[in-house]
């Protein structure tokens, strides 16, 4: 038998790397975080000081690594993070406007603009 090669899909998420996200569910329900990467094919996000978990590192003296328990963030779905509007202060959907021409993303609550 023939092993199938995978096809990765790339999804759209509605988030991007930079945004303020809050975690609507978890272990880290509530905290707010920026988006340090976005790992489209699996469709999960990486968000700062959210989902820590703790490695394991062995130590390895050519590559300058010291060994021991490292803190690091793991990938979170998606699905369970929100853009966070700073000026209404509370977790929003988007949408999408048009304005001189170029499309922004909207705070769906308050109607202030995310996109700098």
Do not use: F
């Amino acid at each position: 038998m023939r092993n199938k090669k995978k096809t990765v899909e790339k999804h759209d998420l509605h988030v991007k790397t930079g945004d303020r996200v809050i975690l609507t569910s978890g272990k880290d329900k509530g905290k707010i975080g920026n988006v340090k990467k976005i790992i489209a094919s699996e469709n999960k996000v990486i968000v700062e000081g959210a989902n820590m978990i703790t490695k394991a590192q062995k130590p390895n003296p050519m590559a300058g690594i010291q060994g021991g328990l490292n803190k690091i963030e793991a990938p979170v779905d998606s699905s369970k993070v929100m853009v966070y509007c700073s000026s209404c202060e509370k977790a929003t959907r988007i949408k999408h406007d048009i304005v001189d021409g170029k499309k922004v993303r909207v705070c769906k609550k308050c109607g202030e603009q995310l996109d700098a």
